[in-house]
C-alpha cells in the first residue's frame, strides 16, 4: 500500500521530468571535466538513508509552549503512515526510530505495520528522562545515575525493555541519553555519580544482544544547567571505552556548545573505532532542533567531507547509523522531515565530490588555500539534479514537497486526526 497515491506522483514527476534529465546530462558533463562519473555519484546518493525519529512528525514546542498543527498523529501507527510519506517522496529514510515508551505497542501490530508501509525500525531510543504514570521512582534527581539503586535499577530494566521490544522488530541498536546532571555547584559529586552512571551502563550492556551495538549520546546541557554527566564527547569516549566493543558514541550535532569543531571531534570518534552515529540536525545557539543544513549548511557538508573520508579510505569499524533529530515548531514536520533528509543527503552528495588526491596533496605541500578551496568547490557544486535523479529514478518525487501538498494528505488526515492539545513536547 502507499500513501500517497501513484498516479499522482507520476503526474508531478511528468510534469519535470525532461528539465531534471536536461539539468542532471549538464552536470555530468561538468563532472566529467573533473574525471568524476556522474552515475556512479547518484548510486551512492541512491542508497543512501537517514533514519527518521518517530517523535519528529508531530510538533515539538518548546518549554514555553506547543502549537499543535492539523492532523498530528495519535499514535504510532498514524506516525509510521506520516513516516512512510516522507520515504514514498523522498526515498531517503527507509526506516523508523522508536522512542520508548511513548511508541510502545504489541511488536506484531508494529512489524505488520511496517510491512504494509514498506519501513523498517532503526535504533531503539530509551526515555529516562520524564517520569510515566505509575512509575515507582522519580527521574526528578537522575536516572541512571540517581544516588537511590531503585531508581536506577528501574532505570536499567527500561532500557532492557527497550531492548527486547526492538529484538522483535529487527532492531539492533539501543540509543541512551539521559539527562542526569545537577542545577547547583555541590549538588553532586561529580565522580561519585559518574561511577553509578557507568555500573547502571555496564548492567545493560551485560544484556546487549551479540549483534546490538549500544550508542551514548552526549549533551552538553539541559535539563541539567550546572553539570551533566555525559556533557561531552570526552567523556561519551570514556564510557565506550569502559563499556567495551559493542559501545560506541552518538553524536547530537546540536548537543555541544557554540562554535565547536564538530567535524574534528567525528574524526577523533573515527580514528579510535568509536563513531556509532548521527542525530541529524542544525543549531544556532544551543540544542535548537532546527531542520538539518537550515543554519549552517557547511557544517553538514564538513562532518559529510569526514565520513566520505572515512568510506573511501575503508576506516576499521566505521559503520555509523545515520538518523534525524529535529524538533519543527513552525513547519509541517512531514515537510521539514523530507528537506531534511534531502538536506543530509546533499552534503553526502557533495561530499563525495572531494577531489581527494588534489586535497591531500595540498595539504602535505601546506597550501592551506588550494586546500580549503578544494573543499569549497565541492560544496558548492549544485548537486540537485542528482538528488532529483535519484529519487525518480528509485520511485520517489522530483520534487518531494510539491507533490506532498498536491496530495493534500495533511487535510486528509486532519479529517480523521482529532485536534491534539498544546501539553507535552518531544524534543531529546
Ligand atoms: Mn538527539
Not at 528539465?19 to 541512491?46: A, F
Request: glycine share 8%; hydrophobic share 35%; net charge negative.
Amino acid at each position: 500500500m502507499t500513501m500517497i497515491e501513484k498516479d499522482l506522483l507520476a503526474r508531478q514527476n511528468e510534469a519535470c521530468a525532461e528539465t531534471v534529465s536536461r539539468d542532471y546530462d549538464m552536470l555530468g558533463e561538468q563532472l566529467r571535466r573533473q574525471g568524476i562519473s556522474i552515475d556512479e555519484i547518484k548510486t551512492k546518493v541512491s542508497g543512501y538513508g537517514v533514519a527518521i525519529p518517530s517523535w519528529g512528525v508531530g510538533s515539538g514546542g518548546t518549554r514555553f509552549a506547543r502549537f499543535p498543527g492539523a492532523g498530528e498523529p495519535r499514535n504510532i501507527f498514524d506516525k509510521l503512515e506520516d513516516c512512510a510519506v516522507i520515504q514514498e517522496l523522498t526515498r531517503a529514510t527507509p526506516s523508523v526510530s522508536l522512542h520508548i515508551p511513548w511508541d510502545k505497542a504489541d511488536p506484531a501490530d508494529l512489524n505488520s505495520k511496517a510491512d504494509e508501509l514498506g519501513l523498517k525500525f532503526d535504533a531503539m531510543n530509551s526515555n529516562t528522562f520524564q517520569d510515566q504514570l505509575e512509575q515507582p521512582h522519580s527521574y526528578k534527581y537522575g536516572s541512571l545515575s540517581h544516588t537511590d539503586r531503585a531508581t536506577r535499577q528501574q532505570a536499567i530494566e527500561h532500557n532492557l525493555e527497550c531492548i527486547e521490544l526492538g529484538e522483535a522488530i529487527g532492531s539492533n541498536a539501543l540509543t541512551i541519553w539521559v539527562g542526569d546532571g545537577s542545577n547547583f555547584p555541590g549538588q553532586s559529586h561529580f565522580t561519585k555519580q559518574f561511577e553509578r552512571y557507568l555500573e547502571s551502563a555496564k548492567s545493560i550492556y551485560g544484556k546487549l544482544p551479540a549483534d546490538w551495538r549500544l550508542f551514548t549520546e552526549h549533551k552538553m546541557y539541559e535539563p541539567a544547567f550546572y553539570s551533566t554527566v555525559v556533557q561531552d564527547w570526552g567523556t561519551n569516549y570514556l564510557i565506550a571505552n569502559e563499556l567495551g566493543e559493542k559501545a560506541f558514541c552518538l553524536v547530537d550535532l546540536g548537543h555541544h556548545a557554540p562554535n565547536v569543531n564538530i567535524e574534528m571531534i567525528v574524526a577523533r570518534l573515527i580514528q579510535f573505532g568509536k563513531l556509532g552515529g548521527f542525530h541529524f540536525n542544525d543549531s544556532k545557539y544551543g540544542d535548537d532542533d532546527l531542520d538539518t543544513g537550515s543554519i549552517d549548511p557547511y557544517r553538514l557538508f564538513l562532518v559529510f567531507n569526514e565520513l566520505v573520508d572515512a568510506e573511501v579510505r575503508s576506516a576499521p569499524g566505521f559503520d555509523p547509523a545515520h538518523m534525524l533529530d529535529q524538533s519543527h515548531n513552525v513547519t509541517d514536520p512531514i515537510e521539514s522531515l523530507m528537506v531534511s533528509a534531502m538536506e543530509v543527503q546533499r552534503a553526502y552528495a557533495q561530499a563525495l565530490l572531494v577531489d581527494r588526491s588534489s586535497l591531500e596533496a595540498y595539504q602535505d605541500e601546506n597550501d592551506a588555500l588550494m586546500a580549503t578551496t578544494t573543499l569549497k568547490q565541492a560544496f558548492r557544486t549544485n548537486v540537485e539534479p542528482i538528488l532529483a535523479m535519484a529519487r525518480l529514478e528509485t520511485g520517489g518525487a522530483i520534487d518531494p514537497v510539491s507533490t506532498y501538498r498536491a496530495a493534500g494528505y495533511r487535510q486528509q488526515v486532519a479529517e480523521i486526526r482529532p485536534v491534539t492539545s498544546g501539553a507535552g513536547g518531544g524534543i531529546v
